[in-house]
């Protein structure tokens, strides 16, 4: 199955509610923002690249804010940059390459209800 892709041309409005840090690394910087039992969403910063991984429960929604990146969907290799929205169906392999001077920052939104235990890195690629 092919990822959603769509072109957004206006800046969303998400509700910044629990914007905990959830986790931080000199490569990636994750800030859950909200959660409940349908959803969880999360800006995510990325420095350099995000392995290549699936989520065998999860269907991903990325809204670009910033930057620019090659991003790996299954088979698929396209450029995304702000304004960019995308769906990664549950089992799809994806991986992310900064490509942009500065950091690429999105928002991710894992449906249903992410708790960071469905995320399965491939090896060797």
């Known amino acids: 199955m092919k990822a959603f892709y769509l ?5 969303l409005l998400f509700g910044f509610i629990n914007s905990s840090l959830y986790s931080q690394s000199k490569n990636i910087e ?5 959660t409940d039992s349908l959803s969880s969403s999360y800006e995510i910063i990325v420095q350099d690249s ?3 991984h699936y989520h065998a429960e999860h ?3 990325l809204f670009v804010l910033e930057g620019k990146a090659r991003m790996q969907i299954d088979e698929e290799l396209i450029e995304i940059s702000k304004g960019e929205y995308y769906t990664i169906p549950k089992g799809a392999k994806h991986a992310v390459w900064v490509l942009s001077e500065s ?6 939104v894992q449906c ?3 708790f960071g235990n ?4 491939i090896e060797n690629d």
Do not use: G
């Open 7 to 11: 072109k957004v041309t206006a800046l």
């Open 30 to 34: 994750v800030k859950s923002l909200y």
């Open 50 to 52: 995000v392995r290549l």
């Open 59 to 61: 269907t991903e929604h």
């Open 103 to 108: 950091p690429l920052k999105v928002i991710s």
């Open 112 to 114: 249903p209800q992410f």
């Open 118 to 121: 469905d995320r399965h890195f």
